[in-house]
């Protein structure tokens, strides 16, 4: 009996991982079929030839390698900054001692409250005065430190023991050097988690970078996905190869990282 | 040389809290000191003060000479060993080690050469390329010793080293830091709340209660000299036994207990001003005898016993506090049996009950 709901749930996990994971395959397939042999009826999971002809044309004519690029610096940029600053706010919010740290810490986690959306058109208007607008830094700067990333890191550096620090410091240590030589290599796990988050999260976004990058030169591959939607409605394939661009990267990244994501996610969930 | 002064050293924490009362201390170059005491006592604090760790909110520390006040621990030349070890978990076990030397730029042929002489002393050379999550609770503890022994620094403090720690690795530890002591010929200051380590490992105790010291001696004149019923209480295991009573005139000036049960003449030079005061009289389970030629006899019954082999711990009430008894073992001993005892009033100690003040 036990054999047979072992195999019953080993089934309906692989039936919702091919329903999952149809689309993808489709994504795929679709991108190296020619123009308009997604329509066809009865539609095809596979192509009959293989045709690279879209991505030779989304790399040359419209100008994909550049929107790769900014999405990869804005994405690589938000996450170096949003690492560094967070992992020193987090650790100075759990292991320093300064006054008025705890009610600060409560008014930085209550604006948590406040949806995201409320505050695009001041920040836009920050950003325009500080001329940062049709730059990387529009998006890098506003996602530098959040609260959520402090809230993450604190967190888990509230599970390093003082005496740890302490020790370091009677080793002579600096307090530069007992955040990058101890702290930060502790905090690796959680880092890598934070990490990905802010990875994934800037190189989706779509909506911001609409607003900031006005220029076309300097769009993401969401927005410029978004522009290559509405010029080429008609051609499926060269969207779905559009779609496998931008899905790759971040595809990639998730599952170099995976191991640790999720050590992140379950460290301190128990006592060991 | 490298003698560690304390004066009129203080602690206070924000909200009046205070941890530490204005301690005067002088250890000497080479001494090993231990500071004991219940939990809370200001023990930890005083030693983290002396390391740096926690400010100095009065008096002044002298590390060698020089005023450490405002000194940061890591220009302060000493080492610290952790009660939870506080090992670095990314590192090797070498790198543990040298790290303190790495961060003094020392060259890396010295570093080798320290980390693995310190390795030597400590019996770990096979461990040095082990992380620690890969050592026994014993192991962790001699690297975190060899970590501050690397360093060669004027003082090392220890923060309770032992106490996590099984009691067979405990002793067999105990040992060996009383023997890296006589070898390294360092001034160490340690803390402790067992005082079996404190008798057995220090040239002095500085015995603590409330924030207070309130005696430093050597371990022989702590247990022989108590000045108060604290520290009579404290040094020694198992603890001195205390009888409540008062003085009486009635036909001389005696000592009796609150039921009655104990009489005892007392001179009357010291103890007649003493006359209708409380007084509480201590004394320790091995001045308690069943000899037959012992005077001053009185008939208990046993309640507990623990045999230990060489001795029996014999436990009986007088005026219903419980006693507790070192002595010879007989096949006699039983719960329940009557026997008679004698105290030995060579061994009295009368305190003050109010004050808790040693009067004799």
């Not at chain 1, 001329?131 to 506003?142: D, R, S």
């Not at chain 2, 990314?90 to 080798?112: C, D, Q, S």
Request: proline share 5%; glycine share 6%.
């Amino acid at each position: 009996m036990a054999k047979v709901k072992k195999y019953l749930v080993l089934a309906l996990v692989i039936f919702v991982a091919v329903i999952t994971f149809l689309p993808f395959l489709w994504m795929v397939s679709a991108s190296f079929m020619p123009t308009g042999a997604s329509n066809t009826y009865p539609p095809k999971l596979f192509p009959e030839k293989f045709d690279f002809s879209h991505y030779q044309v989304l790399f040359s004519r419209l100008n994909l390698t550049r929107y790769l690029l900014n999405s990869i610096i804005i994405s690589l940029g938000a996450t170096f900054f949003s690492l560094f600053l967070n992992s020193m706010g987090g650790y100075a919010f759990a292991k320093f001692r300064f006054s008025k740290k705890e009610s600060l810490f409560k008014f930085l986690l209550s604006s948590m409250i406040i949806p995201g959306q409320v505050t695009m058109l001041p920040v836009f208007l920050l950003l325009k005065n500080m001329g940062l607008i049709n730059t990387y830094w529009a998006i890098i700067v506003p996602g530098m430190a959040s609260i959520f990333g402090i809230f993450l890191i604190r967190q888990y550096a509230f599970s390093i023991p003082d005496s740890m620090i302490e020790a370091a410091k009677m080793d002579g240590a600096t307090e530069l050097q007992i955040y990058l030589k101890v702290i930060l290599p502790l905090c690796k796990p959680i880092l890598v988690t934070l990490g990905l988050f802010t990875f994934m999260g800037t190189w989706n976004d779509f909506l911001w970078p609409l607003i900031v990058m006005t220029d076309s030169n300097m769009y993401t591959l969401p927005v410029a996905l978004a522009n290559l939607s509405s010029e080429h409605v008609q051609d499926t394939e060269m969207l779905m190869a559009g779609s496998v661009i931008t899905i790759v990267p971040v595809l990639i990244v998730f599952l170099a990282l995976q191991k640790y994501y999720i050590k992140g996610i379950m460290m301190g969930s128990v006592k060991e | 040389m490298s003698e560690v002064i304390l004066k009129n050293v203080g602690k206070v924490y924000e909200g009046k809290n205070r941890a530490v009362q204005s301690v005067n201390l002088e250890i000497n170059d080479k001494e090993f000191v231990l500071l004991v005491g219940p939990s809370g006592c200001g023990k930890s604090t005083t030693l983290r003060m002396v390391a740096g760790l926690e400010e100095i909110t009065e008096g002044e520390i002298y590390i060698d000479g020089k005023l450490v006040n405002d000194i940061p621990p890591k220009d302060r030349d000493i080492a610290m060993v952790f009660q939870n070890y506080a090992l670095y978990p990314h590192m090797t076990v070498f790198e543990n080690m040298a790290f303190g030397l790495k961060l003094r730029k020392f060259p890396m042929e010295k570093i080798n050469e320290r980390v693995n002489e310190a390795a030597k002393i400590l019996s770990i050379e096979h461990l040095l390329e082990r992380k620690p999550k890969q050592l026994s609770g014993g192991q962790r503890q001699r690297v975190a010793v060899g970590r501050a022994i690397v360093r060669k620094p004027k003082v090392f403090l220890f923060d309770e080293p032992l106490s996590n720690l099984d009691a067979k690795l405990r002793v067999q530890m105990r040992t060996e830091l009383a023997r890296l002591h006589h070898q390294l010929e360092t001034t160490v200051v340690y803390v402790t709340h067992d005082q079996t380590e404190a008798m057995t490992l220090g040239n002095r105790i500085v015995v603590m209660k409330d924030g207070i010291v309130q005696q430093v001696d050597s371990p022989l004149n702590l247990y022989n000299n108590p000045v108060n019923q604290f520290v009579a209480g404290f040094i020694g295991s198992p603890a001195m036994n205390f009888i409540e009573g008062k003085i009486v005139n009635d036909d001389g000036i005696k000592f009796t207990s609150e039921m009655n049960v104990l009489q005892i003449p007392l001179d009357e030079k010291v103890f007649s001003k003493y006359v209708n005061s409380k007084i509480t009289l201590g004394i320790r389970p091995e001045h308690f005898s069943d000899e037959d030629n012992a005077l001053n006899k009185i008939r208990i019954t046993l309640d507990v016993v623990e045999q230990m082999g060489n001795e029996v711990f014999a436990h009986f009430a007088i005026d219903g506090k419980p006693i507790i008894s070192r002595l010879k073992p007989k096949d006699t001993f039983r719960i329940g049996a009557e026997v008679e005892i004698s105290l030995d009033k060579n061994h009295f100690y009368f305190f003050e009950s109010e004050t808790g003040s040693r009067i004799v």
